[in-house]
């Protein structure tokens, strides 16, 4: 279930930009269409927060696999009856599919934590993300195959692989939800659990800055290649795909490295290297090499998406933990649609090479400063009690 919903939002995430900027020809609706992507899931989660440990996981997904597909199907519709209606009904089509997005992403968090206890969570989460990697090869690779058919296509592929998607979630385990007097505590355990925790605030910071950068390069990465480098939509498309293969094989291995050296070497060099390959792809005067610093970029990205997750199955306590995890994707997703209001607003001003390479290099600073050191990055703080505060002395 979670391969089939990744597998269409990896697609959809790389198509809606892609087909933003072949439509208009112009940076800034590329800019806007990663907007219109990522700031509907920001506020699904800040609407849902509070809720989100006491609604069984299952129905959380089945509401929005079922909203995902009926909006797919309308919006296919809608292209091809009104063909010069193309750009409002993708960017209303990117913002339902981001909101129900972060939903399923929530629930099937949780899922796993109360099947994987968190001493699994090394090997659980890399082979987790091994699944999420295939789909990030495959989505950009069937979404340049399916760019190069009419508009109405696309969405009529994104109902077929949320359907898929909706009829795996109706028998998935249902999660189980918190006790209904937890409710009223859920919102202020959350945030002391995410922000007072030295740990967890640090690796949040760093972790958005790397996701603005992210998501520069995303919303540039279509006049990038084909105007400076004069690529195709599926040729970009393949490029993406190919990127991302060398990160399967490194996931299902990326828990025995931890046996080597402590995560926060690991999480240190990740983030260093993501920097500096973010710089690599800015500066490229070579498609070679802007193919070879976008590969590294993601691949390195999947590798500090474990290295999140496992810190975080460790340092949470169960009963918080699905609203935790949605507080944590608020302020990860504050990045992304504040990345395209840039492109949107000054991109036709200011060459994007030039905003990725300065925010790369902020951010490079940021991680080598902030970044925990020591294993005790992995030890978990005091569980929280009822009616108290989560405290941790850990650095």
Partial sequence: MRFASWLCDYLILFAVPVLAYTVTADVRWSGAAVFFQWGPRLLGLSAAILRLDNIPQRTLMVVADSTRTATALV??????????????????????????????????????????????????????????????????????????????????????????????????????TAPPSTAKRTLRATVRAALEDPVLRRIVLVTMGLNYVLALINGAAPQIAFGTFGTSSSQLGLMYAASSVPAIVGLLTFHRLTSRASL????????????????????????????????????????????????????????????????????????????????????????????????????????????????????????????????????
């Fill in 75 to 176: 919006a296919g519709l809608m292209m091809a009856v009104y063909p010069g209606a193309v750009l409002p009904v993708l960017m209303i089509f990117a913002m339902v599919v981001g909101l129900c997005f972060e939903l399923t992403f929530v629930g099937g968090e949780k899922i796993g934590l109360s099947l994987v206890g968190p001493e699994g969570q090394e090997r659980f989460q890399s082979q987790l993300t091994a699944f999420e990697q295939a789909a990030i090869v495959l989505g950009p690779a069937a979404a340049g195959v399916v760019l190069s058919f009419p508009p109405p296509v696309l969405m009529f592929v994104a109902a077929g692989l949320f359907g898929v998607s909706l009829r795996m979630s109706i028998s998935v385990p249902s999660g189980g």
């Fill in 264 to 395: 926060s070497t690991i999480g240190m060099a990740v983030a260093v290297g993501m920097c500096l390959a973010a710089l690599g792809l800015a500066l490229a005067a070579r498609l070679w090499v802007f193919a070879g610093c976008l590969g590294t970029f993601l691949l390195l990205d999947a590798f500090f998406s474990v290295y999140i997750r496992v810190v975080r199955a460790r340092r949470v306590p169960l009963e918080n933990y699905a609203a935790t995890v949605g507080l944590f994707g608020m302020l990860l997703i504050v990045p992304m649609p504040l990345a395209g209001i840039t492109l949107a607003a000054v991109g036709k001003f200011i060459d994007p090479t030039v905003l990725i390479s300065a925010s790369a290099a902020a951010v490079l600073v940021a991680a080598v400063t902030t970044l925990p050191r020591g294993r005790a990055l992995l030890v978990a703080p005091v569980p929280l009690r009822a009616g108290t505060a989560h405290s941790s002395h850990d650095s």
